[in-house]
């Protein structure tokens, strides 16, 4: 079945470890993002990449690095410099044509320990 | 500037009736559109429906309808004949298409649905 999967669903963190959330799809899209969702809040851009290798930093790009070195692959690293990482991250993608929607994963929840 | 506005943090509706959640955007680009998502308490986003800058006709999905106002620059979903399961978070999403390409989303409007 073609899909966005996300892993791990719930992750753990001691402060100062970097971590790293995987992105997988295989529907062959171009384009693909991060969100972080605080508590009964939206979704805020954290980076987006449309095509491989090259990436653009979203309205909180700050504490995070991504890499798009695979059409199917965007991994988000959660750095040290993130102050205040616990959240629910998505990750989505879509295609090219104007009128597709953004396809996301089922979220990775993070929590810092 | 906040580019998708939601100004509703929260509504009611009696199940069967009809509700309709606001949403106003902010762009120069003339090529865009615009996407509702609904988010239940699982977490998981379900694509609604979609409605591009250049159609004429407002768009349709089963009971969901986009009210299109491109002057107001307004594109707010109508949920028709409520029920139970619509109870989750709805958020309006716009993508421009020479301005990046980036995806982004307003704060949402959780919507409860009363029996």
């Known amino acids: 079945d073609g899909g966005i999967t996300q892993s791990p669903k719930y992750l753990f963190r001691k402060e100062g470890q970097n971590v790293t959330l995987s992105c997988e799809q295989n529907l062959n899209h171009d384009a693909m993002y991060w969100y972080r969702q605080d508590p009964g809040q939206g979704l805020r851009l954290i980076y987006y990449?449309?095509?491989?290798?090259?990436?653009q930093k979203g309205d909180i790009a700050e504490g995070y690095s991504v890499s798009r070195e695979k059409k199917e692959s965007f991994p988000l690293t959660v750095t040290s410099a993130q102050k205040n990482p616990t959240a629910f991250y998505l990750c989505?993608?879509?295609?090219?044509?104007?009128?597709?929607?953004?396809?996301f994963g089922q979220g990775t929840r993070l929590t810092v320990v | 500037a906040q580019k998708i506005t939601q100004t509703q943090p929260g509504m009611f509706v009696q199940e069967k009736e009809a509700v309709t959640l606001d949403c106003t955007y902010d762009?120069?680009?003339?090529?865009?559109?615009l996407f509702w998502y609904k988010q239940p308490s699982s977490g998981e986003m379900i694509f609604l429906i979609y409605q591009g800058s250049y159609d004429q006709q407002n768009a349709t999905e089963g009971r969901y309808s986009l009210n299109f106002q491109k002057a107001r620059k307004s594109a707010n979903l109508v949920i028709s004949a409520s029920q139970l399961g619509d109870s989750a978070m709805y958020f309006c999403a716009m993508r421009e298409d020479n301005y990046g390409q980036n995806f982004v989303f307003g704060p949402g409007t959780r919507l409860s649905v009363l029996p």
């Open positions: 990449s449309q095509i491989v290798n090259d990436f």
């Open positions: 762009t120069s680009d003339p090529s865009y559109g």
């Open positions: 989505a993608s879509r295609g090219q044509a104007p009128n597709t929607e953004a396809f």
